[in-house]
């Protein structure tokens, strides 16, 4: 156990959540603004070496763990993330409009299970600031966008497909030569249009034919909901076969509460949103395995996340076939130094299984 486990930890989590959260973007929009500050944080928590390197649709990246979206929604505290060693951060989502997100409370801490029950439903600030946010940034490590349609909260009017696709293509048009990667969030299980709008694959068929008008040059990679299996995985495929611009795939928490759960029904029942973290980290690595299987390898990549709390983690989620990971969760249970010993675990593993890089490493295992 290190100091954040057994002092600050139990401290924060005797606090509202989102308020921690709010405040811990707020310290590290600071910490990050001031260059001493960010020298401290790099010497206390970044780790490189060589081996850990690796190339993903031609973006050059230091080490394989990022940060996932949903933490840095707003594109504030990149500056100090790319201190604290993560090689690179995906922020968002972001929408067209500014949204409040959902009512709250709608951030749950599940501490026996080491999980999170997640319920803010795309809170940020719109991609016309965020893009201006962004575009005055000077960064160390890749960028990754990840868009989503905007909230407009459950009292507003239903949308037409066009308005929801016409949503998404405005961000796209404002956030397409703001960072190295898009992320397209097709599956945010906390909204109404997230959750089900995608799952007529047809729509996302509509979707990329009206972002191919925008001459999009980065990655573009499709955040999906790992529901469905194999027949979903297999039509979501079909459904991106012509796009040559897309790059590969993510997989988002499912929506609802899995039965695994070690936090009495009755608590949990009363905490609206997704699970994240542990529960559902072995459901996503059956999805990112079936997807490896299925995918054509010379053409897309994977990005895995989901319960990545350690070097081990991480390393199985490589195994299974993705050349990045990322994490949110373990970040809020295991502290600033995650990134630091989930890389220098990785080199250890690497090393034990006689890999040269992190590349070789990628779906070389099946182990869930
Ligand atoms: C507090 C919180 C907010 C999140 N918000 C978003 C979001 O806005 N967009 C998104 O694509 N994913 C969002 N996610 C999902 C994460 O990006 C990630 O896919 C998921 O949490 C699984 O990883 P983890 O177990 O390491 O947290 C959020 C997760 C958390 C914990």
Redesign the pocket.
């Known amino acids: 156990m290190n100091t954040y486990s057994k002092l600050i930890r139990p401290l924060l989590f005797q606090l509202d959540a989102e308020q921690v959260?709010h405040r811990a973007i707020q310290l590290g929009q600071l910490a990050g603004s001031i260059k001493p500050i960010r020298a401290i944080f790099s010497s206390l928590y970044s780790f490189s070496d060589p081996r850990l390197q690796t190339e993903v649709c031609g973006i050059r990246f230091s080490n394989p763990l990022g940060l996932?979206?949903?933490?840095d929604?707003n594109g504030r505290a990149i500056n100090v993330l790319s201190a604290m060693g993560f090689g690179h951060v995906?922020v968002?989502?972001i929408s067209r409009g500014p949204s409040l997100g959902n009512p709250k409370p709608r951030?749950f801490r599940l501490p026996l299970d080491q999980a999170?029950v997640?319920y803010?439903g795309?809170p940020?600030d719109g991609s016309d600031a965020i893009a201006a946010r962004l575009k005055r940034l000077q960064l160390s490590i890749p960028l990754g966008i990840?868009i989503?349609k905007t909230n407009r909260g459950v009292a507003a009017p239903p949308e037409s497909d066009d308005e929801v696709i016409d949503d998404y293509v405005y961000s796209a048009r404002r956030l397409k030569d703001v960072g190295d990667y898009i992320?397209l969030?097709l599956?945010?299980p906390n909204t109404r249009n997230g959750r089900e709008f995608f799952e007529d694959r047809q729509r996302i068929g509509h979707l990329l034919q009206a972002l191919s008008e925008l001459n999009i040059r980065c990655p573009v990679f499709l955040?999906i909901s790992p529901r469905g299996g194999i027949r979903r995985i297999e039509e979501i495929l079909q459904a991106v076969e012509g796009v040559s611009w897309v790059s590969g795939f993510?997989?988002?928490?499912p929506p609802g509460k899995p039965n695994c759960l070690l936090t009495p029904r009755r608590f949990v029942e009363a905490m609206p949103g997704a699970v994240?973290?542990?529960p559902?980290?072995r459901h996503?690595n059956e999805y990112i395995y079936m997807m490896y299987g299925l995918m054509d390898r010379n053409r897309y990549r994977i990005i895995g996340?989901?319960?990545?709390f350690t070097a081990e983690d991480a390393y199985r989620k490589i195994c299974l076939g993705s050349s990045l990971v990322?994490?949110?969760?373990?970040m809020?249970f295991e502290g600033p130094s995650i990134a630091k010993k989930i890389n220098q675990g990785l080199l250890s593993l690497l090393e034990r299984d006689g890999f040269a890089n992190l590349s070789e490493a990628v779906g070389t295992g099946s182990d869930l």
């Open positions: 959260h996932a979206p949903g933490w929604k995906e968002g989502s951030l999170l997640v803010y795309l940020n990840n989503a992320c969030n599956s945010c955040k993510v997989f988002n928490a994240t973290g542990k559902v980290e996503i996340s989901g319960g990545v990322q994490l949110v969760t373990g809020v």
